[in-house]
């Protein structure tokens, strides 16, 4: 298997140096201009801003999921190195990962294998509670988010969660 290194994470120097702000206040987002915060870094702070997202830990060697199991979390890497196996591939990723969503979404079951290589948390977002979210928004950010799960999973049709 080939082993390949990509590089999804953000900027945490960055983030931290915001402070701890409303991630939607002015003083955000002047603090995010001022500290050259990417859309990925500025993404990130708000996920892990959401004080309704409980947080975990996985030790090194443990499983976040495992392919064919199916989706009931997603994982938002907040810190730690995870690897991912699929397709004959393996992948090191780490913060600002997600991990989960769009197959939860879709109804599928995981298409990887992620175990952590060192100490990782993250933040958990039930499926459920990302379907009831994504089905009662208005219709142009439904499909942004129909059309970016078909488009992370490669699916020629709408999953029967997403119409």
């Known amino acids: 298997m ?12 960055k983030i931290k140096s915001v402070g701890a702000l ?12 001022r500290n050259g915060l990417s859309s990925e870094d500025r993404l990130y702070y708000q996920l892990v801003s959401n004080m309704s997202l409980e947080t975990v830990a996985f030790r090194p060697g443990s499983p ?15 810190e730690g190195e995870i690897e991912l196996r699929t397709e004959g591939m393996v992948y090191r990723v780490g913060p600002g990962t997600v ?7 879709a109804n599928q079951p995981h298409n990887m294998t992620a175990t952590a290589l060192t100490v990782v948390t993250a933040s958990v977002i039930p499926i459920y509670k990302a379907l009831k979210a994504v089905t ?3 219709p142009g950010l439904r499909g942004i988010n129909r059309n970016t799960v078909m488009r992370t999973l490669n699916l020629s049709s709408v999953p029967e969660s997403l119409k």
Request: hydrophobic residues 40%; contains cysteine.
């Open 2 to 13: 080939e082993d390949k290194k990509f590089d999804f994470s953000v900027d945490l120097e």
């Open 22 to 33: 409303h991630p939607h206040s002015i003083d955000a987002l002047q603090a995010f201009s």
């Open 64 to 78: 976040l999921c495992e392919f064919g199991q199916a989706v009931s979390s997603a994982y938002i890497v907040r």
């Open 99 to 105: 991990l989960g969503l769009a197959s939860g979404l």
């Open 136 to 138: 009662s928004c208005n």
